[in-house]
């Protein structure tokens, strides 16, 4: 069975931001002060030439049209902040969009100066504050009075981009509704419209409508002189699929950090990505289990014959899904073991064979750009989603950049 993302594509961790290179929250970098990982404790490396590789890829697919990396959910797994300095400084990002308040201001608060999007809601108070930040809102409800007080107060107008819902359902205003709505905000002094923008449903027949609404919605609105700002749509999905998406922008999340969404899109040869996160730790315990003993609760694992085995300090807690026993493999010394038992919240067992080939100790990547041990790969063992690998990397990680 082919997964898609979207059947299983969760709203994401609201997570703290995390500084570059740095361990993870501002409350546990205060604990660092005092208690240092163990080092055989999990790690997440941030690949920083595979994430500019990924983006010269995609600026060479999108015929150099401006990108806005999507960095939401802890940017993927990297860190908002990680992700958002790594990206910055490439010429071919335009500029940076997350959906929470708190990624926003984060990105502000590490000194990023590029053009951040909110994706997410705010109230009265959060747009007030946002705006101070020369952060822009997405909208797609009639805010003009609201930007009109905001805006007079700072005596110039807000950028914002305007969200179209033509057909996912989930935000936006609904395209029949929506060319008063824009030239209501066009026609405010307070308001600049930087972009219009929409989302697909990833249903390939019905993007082709989806596309063809928003086109004559916008090509309305063109006529009638209203000024839209850049024009945008296409997610990692449309990178793939549909070039007549790629409009005056391009706006993906998973393909800028290194990883295919759709395990078809790696047989491609469309984009050549490289992942930019990785999930290692060290192995904590290795033992032989007689025949007929058990690993796992339940006993989940009985071996058939003498076995071994090697514990590692890595649980559903820190990102491993449980799933990963149903043909995930994890990398130990260049060779390739299954999760076997049960994924408990700190620990996992991987079954080496009838030989000890591992030592405690040994480094262990659950996850990294090696063919056989990318995201993909670990996603097809377990039968889950990309999305729900790197997203749901445990915040408190410690973070590590490396080239
Ligand atoms: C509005 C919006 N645009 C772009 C993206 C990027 O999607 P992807 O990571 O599939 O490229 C997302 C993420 O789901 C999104 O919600």
Known sequence: MTITRRSILASGLALPALGLGQAASPSRTRVDAQIRDSSFDPWVEVHRTNLQHNVAEISRRVGSRPILAVIKNNGYGLGVVNAGQLLEPIPGI?????????????????????????????????LADLIARDIMPMVYTPIGPVLDRISAARQKPTPLHVCIDTGIGRVGVP?????????????????????????????????????SRFNTLCGSLDQGGVKLGRKHAASSFALFQRPDAFLDMV??????????S????????????????????????????????????????????????????VGHTDGLPREAVQGARVRINGALYPIVATVSASHCIV?????????????ATIFDWQEGSRPEDVNEGCKTSVYDLTMHLNPLLPRRVVS
Do not use: C
């Open 251 to 260: 706006r993906p999340g998973m393909a800028v950090f290194g990883v295919y």
């Open 351 to 363: 079954e080496v064979g009838a030989e000890q080939r591992v030592k405690i100790g040994d480094e």
């Open 175 to 211: 395209f029949r509704q929506a060319a008063p709505l824009v030239r209501d905000l066009a026609n405010r002094a307070s308001v600049q419209i930087a972009g219009v923008m929409m989302t697909f449903t990833e249903d390939p027949e019905f993007d082709v409508e989806q596309l």
């Open 94 to 126: 335009a500029g940076l969009a997350v959906v929470k308040l708190h990624e926003a201001m984060s990105l502000r608060d590490a000194g990023i100066r590029k053009p951040v999007l909110l994706m997410g809601p705010f109230d009265e108070r959060n």
């Open 262 to 313: 759709e395990p078809e899109f790696r047989r491609l040869g469309t984009l050549d990505l490289r992942p930019a996160v990785s999930l290692k730790a060290r192995v904590a315990y290795v033992k032989q289990l007689p025949k007929g003993d058990s690993a796992g609760y339940n006993r989940a694992y009985v071996a058939k014959d003498a076995v071994w085995l090697a514990t590692l300090p």
